[in-house]
C-alpha cells in the first residue's frame, strides 16, 4: 500500500481518482454498483467526490496493459507516483478494469485468466483448464474486451466516460467559470447556478462539462466566422453604427448593473458662477422682480397643496394633471422647477424638490414616454440642479434618465424615435408625422444634455449619439439650404418638405448655435451649420408685413404659409444671440433682427383683449399679428415671448423689454392667475375667462424665469457662462479645465 501513500495524501482528488479507477477502484461503477467481493487482502474502501472505490491490494498483472493505460494516461506523473513497480515497469492492471478477472481470492474467471496470462494466480492454477477450456475463455475474454470497447465508444452515453477518463484532470477543459458561483455571487445567480449544472450534468461529472465546453466552442468559432462574413457586406456607416450601438450596451450594462451613484466617475465640482442674486439697486426693479418671486411661490405652493408629486396642478380643479407626454414618469414640475427655485433664493422649496425626487423620482416605469419633453425637462432641469447647487442626486438621477433614454437611438439610422417605451426600450415615432418620421425639433434638441450627460457620467456614448445625428444630417441634401421637419429614422430621408422656425423645426435651430456656445466656441461645425441655415431661413422664411412687422413664414414645399405662431417667437432672441458670431459685417444684422422678431411678437401680444398672444398669428387676409382661426387663439402660459425679450434685454439693455415683460407680468396676474395657480386660457380675444385649467410646468421653469432674470441685474447667470437650454435650463459652457481654472480665478 505504500505505494499508494502519495495517492492519497499529496494528490488533487480528480487526479487522485483517476489514479484510483486506473488501478481497479472505479469498477463499482463500471459494474454497475455491484459490491466487490468481500475479503480481499489488503483492500480498502474510501469515499472520494462522492465515489466510493476500492482499492485492490497491488498484484503484478500483465495483461492487456497498453490499451488500458492509454485510457487512463492523462496524469502519467501523478499516476507514476502512486504505481506499483510492477505497473510502471510496463504491465497494466486489466483487472483494474475488470475486477471479475482480478479478484484476488481466486477460484474466479478473472483468477483464472489473471492466473493464466500472468502466472501468479493464487488458488487454481492455469493446469486447471483444458487447452480448449483456456481457449474458449480467450475467446470468450477477446468478445467481452470488444463489447467494452465498443461501448466505449459507440454508446451515446459512454463518451462522457471516455473524456472523464481522458481529460478529467486537466484544469483548462473545467466547466467554465460562470456556471460556478463564486465568493460574493448574489444568491439568486448561485441558485441559478444550480439549476444550471443540474439541468446539465451530474455535478462532478466532468465529462458533461467538457462536452459543454466543446460545444461552446464550437459555437462561438461559427458565430464569430458568420458575424465577420456578414460585417465583410456591411457599409461603412452600417459598421459604424453597429459599433455605436455595442458600445452603448456596454455602457448601459455597466450602468445598469452598478450603483450608479458609487459607478459615476468623479468630477470637480466647480462653483457656480453668477448665482450670488443680489438685490437689484433700482427700488422699483427690486419690487418688480419680489412681485415674480412672489407669483412663483403662488405657483409652487398650490402645485405642492394640489398636486404634489404629480406632473402638473389644475389650478381651477385644484388637482393634479397629467400628460401622456410623461409617461407615468412623475414630478414634472418639481424637476422642472429646480433652478427657477434655486436662482430666487427659495431654499426651503427647493430642498423639498430635493427629498421628493430622492425619494420618488423612479425612471423605472412601463411606459411610453415623449424622448424630446422628457430630455429637456428632466434631464434638463436635473442637469442644471446639479450644475447650480453640487448635489450628488442631481446628477446621478440625470444620468440616470439619460441611460434610460439611449435606446430610443436604436433605429437603423441612428436617429431617434420620438417616443420610448421605458421598460422595454422600444421605439416608434408620432403615427402622425409623414410616413413615420421622427421630427426635427425632437431629435435636434438633445444635443446640449447629452454633452452634458457625456461630461459628467465620463461616458462618451451619449456625446457619439448626438454627434451621429449631425453626421445623418450633413449627408442629406437641403432643399435650398433648409431643414424640413420631418426625417425617416428608418431610411434616413427626409419625410414631407415642411420647413418651420417655430413648432416641429424650432428648438433644432437653437441647438446648433447653443451647441457651438457651450463649446466654448469650439465646435465650429454648429456654428457652420446654424449660420447657413440661418441664411436659408432669412432668404426663404422671413417675410415683412405691409404693415412693416418682420415674421418668419412657414415653407411647404416651396409655397410659403403666411402665419407665425408662437413657439416661432423664441427665435428673436436666438438671432441676437448669434450676432456675437456673426461675420462682423453681419452682427448688427443679426441683433436689428433678433429686435423686429421681438417687436413682431409684443405685436401679437398687444393686439388681444388679454394682452398676451395667441398659439398662432397671420399676415393674411387682410390682417398682421392676429390669429383668425379659433383654434390659434390659445395662450398655455407659454414663455417664448418673454424670453426674447430676456436676450433683448441683456445684450441691448434698451429699456422697452423691461416695460414689455412688465406688461406680460401684469395681464398673467389679471388674466391667468386664479386662487389655485395660474392657469392657460382658451381665447385670448375675448373678456370673459376661458381657462383651460392647467398650470404648465414651464411656466415656473421658463416663464417666471425669464421674467426673474429681466429684472435681476446681468451678473445672475450671466450668458459669458450660461447656456440655457431650451427649457430654460442652464448649462455651464463647457471649457477645458486650464481656462476653466483661468476664469474662476477671474
Ligand atoms: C417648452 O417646453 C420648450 O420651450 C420647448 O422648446 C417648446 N415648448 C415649450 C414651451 O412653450
Not at 389650478?315 to 407626454?325: D, F, T
Not at 388674466?671 to 410646468?697: F, K, M, P, T, W
Amino acid at each position: 500500500m505504500e505505494n499508494l501513500t502519495n495517492c492519497d495524501e499529496g494528490l488533487q482528488p480528480a487526479v487522485c481518482r483517476a489514479c484510483l479507477f486506473a488501478k481497479g477502484a472505479a469498477p463499482a461503477r463500471i459494474a454497475g454498483g455491484e459490491p466487490l467481493p468481500a475479503g480481499r487482502p489488503a483492500a480498502q474502501t474510501r469515499a472520494l467526490g462522492g465515489l466510493d472505490a476500492q482499492e485492490p491490494a497491488p498484484q503484478q498483472l500483465t495483461a492487456g496493459g497498453s490499451e488500458v493505460w492509454l485510457l487512463s494516461g492523462s496524469a502519467p506523473d501523478a499516476w507514476t507516483d502512486c504505481q506499483p513497480a510492477a505497473a510502471i515497469s510496463g504491465a497494466m492492471p486489466v483487472g483494474g478494469l475488470l475486477p471479475l478477472f482480478s479478484s484476488p481470492g481466486g477460484g474466479g474467471l478473472g483468477g483464472g485468466l489473471g492466473g493464466g496470462l500472468g502466472g501468479g494466480r493464487k488458488g487454481s492454477g492455469p493446469a486447471a483448464f483444458r487447452l480448449t477450456e483456456k481457449f474458449v475463455l480467450l475467446l470468450v475474454f477477446s468478445a467481452f474486451i470488444t463489447l467494452c470497447f465498443g461501448a466505449i465508444f459507440f454508446l451515446p452515453d459512454s463518451s462522457k466516460l471516455l473524456s472523464g477518463v481522458l481529460f478529467h484532470s486537466n484544469p483548462a477543459l473545467q466547466p467554465p467559470a460562470e456556471h460556478k458561483p463564486g465568493l460574493g455571487a448574489r444568491a439568486e445567480d448561485a441558485a441559478e447556478g444550480r439549476v444550471r449544472h443540474r439541468e446539465e450534468g451530474v455535478p462532478g461529472d466532468p465529462g458533461a462539462g467538457l462536452e459543454d465546453n466543446l460545444a461552446r466552442i464550437r459555437e462561438n468559432h461559427e458565430r464569430a466566422l458568420r458575424e465577420a462574413k456578414e460585417t465583410l457586406q456591411k457599409l461603412p456607416e452600417e459598421i459604424q453604427r453597429d459599433i455605436l450601438l455595442e458600445k452603448e450596451k456596454v455602457a448601459q450594462d455597466q450602468l445598469r448593473d452598478k450603483d450608479l451613484f458609487g459607478g459615476l466617475p468623479k468630477v470637480d465640482f466647480l462653483p457656480p458662477i453668477g448665482v450670488e442674486n443680489r438685490e437689484p439697486a433700482d427700488a422699483t426693479i427690486r419690487e418688480k422682480r419680489s412681485k415674480i418671486k412672489e407669483m412663483m411661490a403662488h405657483a409652487w405652493n398650490n402645485y405642492k397643496r394640489y398636486a404634489w408629486g404629480l406632473n402638473e396642478l389644475k389650478p381651477i380643479s385644484k388637482e393634479g394633471h397629467s400628460s401622456s407626454l410623461f409617461g407615468n414618469i412623475k414630478g414634472a414640475t418639481i424637476v422642472d422647477a429646480l433652478d427657477t427655485l434655486f436662482i430666487m433664493g427659495m431654499k426651503t422649496e427647493f430642498q423639498e424638490a430635493k427629498s421628493w425626487i430622492k425619494k420618488y423620482l423612479d425612471f423605472n416605469v412601463n411606459a411610453e414616454v415623449s424622448v424630446f419633453e422628457v430630455n429637456i425637462r428632466f434631464v434638463g432641469g436635473l442637469l442644471s440642479a446639479y450644475y447650480l447647487s453640487g448635489e450628488e442626486i442631481f446628477r446621478k438621477k440625470a444620468v440616470e434618465l439619460g441611460v434610460k433614454l439611449l435606446p430610443a437611438f436604436h433605429s437603423p439610422s441612428g436617429i431617434p424615435w420620438a417616443l420610448l417605451n421605458m421598460k422595454s426600450g422600444i421605439g416608434r415615432n408620432w403615427p402622425w408625422a409623414s410616413g413615420g418620421s421622427s421630427i426635427l425639433a425632437e431629435f435636434g434638441t438633445l444635443h446640449l444634455e447629452f454633452m452634458h450627460l457625456a461630461h459628467l457620467s465620463g461616458n462618451p456614448v451619449f456625446a457619439e449619439k448626438v454627434m451621429n445625428i449631425r453626421t445623418v444630417l450633413n449627408k442629406l441634401d437641403k432643399p435650398e439650404g433648409l431643414y424640413p421637419n420631418y426625417l425617416n429614422p428608418s431610411s434616413g430621408q427626409w419625410g414631407q418638405h415642411h420647413v418651420s422656425v417655430g413648432g416641429l423645426g424650432d428648438s433644432f435651430y437653437e441647438y446648433l448655435l447653443k451647441a457651438w456656445l457651450m463649446s466654448d466656441k469650439t465646435d465650429l461645425e454648429a456654428k457652420k451649420m446654424y449660420f447657413d441655415a440661418v441664411q436659408a431661413i432669412e432668404t426663404h422664411l422671413i417675410r415683412k408685413s405691409s404693415g412693416g412687422l418682420t415674421y418668419i413664414a412657414e415653407w411647404k414645399g416651396g409655397l410659403l404659409e403666411h402665419k407665425m405662431g408662437h413657439l416661432t417667437c423664441f427665435a428673436g432672441g436666438m438671432f441676437a444671440l448669434g450676432a456675437d458670431g456673426a461675420p462682423e459685417a453681419r452682427a448688427q444684422h443679426y441683433l436689428e433682427l433678433g429686435a423686429e422678431i421681438a417687436r413682431t411678437c409684443h405685436e401679437s401680444y398687444n393686439r388681444t383683449y388679454v394682452k398676451l398672444g395667441p398659439e398662432a398669428f397671420r399676415f393674411d387676409g387682410g390682417v398682421e399679428a392676429i390669429a383668425t382661426r379659433q383654434n390659434e387663439k390659445y395662450y398655455i402660459l407659454r414663455p417664448e415671448v418673454i424670453e426674447t425679450y430676456m436676450y433683448m434685454w441683456r445684450l441691448t439693455h434698451d429699456p422697452k423689454y423691461r416695460t414689455w415683460a412688465w406688461e406680460a407680468v401684469e395681464a398673467l396676474e389679471s388674466h391667468c392667475r386664479v386662487n389655485g395657480g395660474y392657469s392657460g386660457l382658451r381665447d385670448v380675444y375675448i373678456a370673459h375667462e376661458s381657462y383651460d385649467d392647467v398650470q404648465q410646468s414651464f411656466f415656473l421653469a421658463e416663464t417666471l424665469k425669464y421674467l426673474y432674470l429681466i429684472f435681476s441685474d446681468d451678473d445672475l447667470l450671466p450668458l459669458e457662462h450660461w447656456i440655457f437650454n431650451t427649457e430654460a435650463h442652464p448649462f455651464p459652457i463647457l471649457r477645458d479645465q486650464k481656462k476653466e481654472v483661468d476664469v474662476q480665478e477671474k
